[in-house]
């Protein structure tokens, strides 16, 4: 089997582990959309590397409901594959819900937090977010234009 062969596998076994696959993340995509957006946008950043003799990045999407449903999360995942180095790495992990996102860079794929804790480091991010909005006083008064009778 082909070295990409094994780095493609290396990460979807690590996605799969970490629970960012569509049953864990009771998605709404169809079963293995991820896995094959993966393998797609790898064999492609393959031959632009090749190409143009640079490394190349791309994303993949996702989301996922917990909870009964209460709860979407929207995840992103950025990977780069360097053609030097033969190598293809996750380097980013980018979750949103509620008009909040939270980046975790990764420095290396074993750091990617098991999908459920990526949910608690959210909501911990939206607790944060709400609390630093409670606590802003406005700088700006406009006038109004209230006549006193």
């Not at 293995?32 to 990045?57: C, I, K, M, Y």
């Not at 999407?61 to 909870?67: A, C, E, S």
């Not at 380097?91 to 608690?120: F, M, V």
Request: aromatic letters at 8%.
């Amino acid at each position: 089997m082909s070295h990409y062969y094994h780095l493609l596998e290396e990460q979807i076994q690590l996605l799969r582990n970490k629970g960012y696959d569509e049953k864990s993340l009771n998605s709404p995509d169809k079963e293995g959309h991820l896995f094959t957006d993966l393998r797609r946008n790898f064999s492609a950043a393959v031959h632009q590397a090749w190409q143009e003799g640079e490394p190349v990045s791309f994303t993949l999407r996702t989301t996922g409901f917990f909870n009964d449903d209460r709860d979407m999360m929207h995840v992103k995942l950025q990977y780069l594959f360097n053609p030097e180095k033969n190598s293809l790495e996750l380097t980013e992990l980018e979750l949103s819900a509620d008009k909040t996102n939270r980046t975790i860079k990764l420095p290396s794929g074993k750091d990617l937090p098991h999908s459920s804790a990526a949910l608690e480091m959210l909501r911990q991010q939206i607790k944060i977010d709400r609390n630093r909005i409670r606590h802003i006083r406005p700088a700006y008064y406009p006038k109004t234009d209230r006549r006193i009778s």
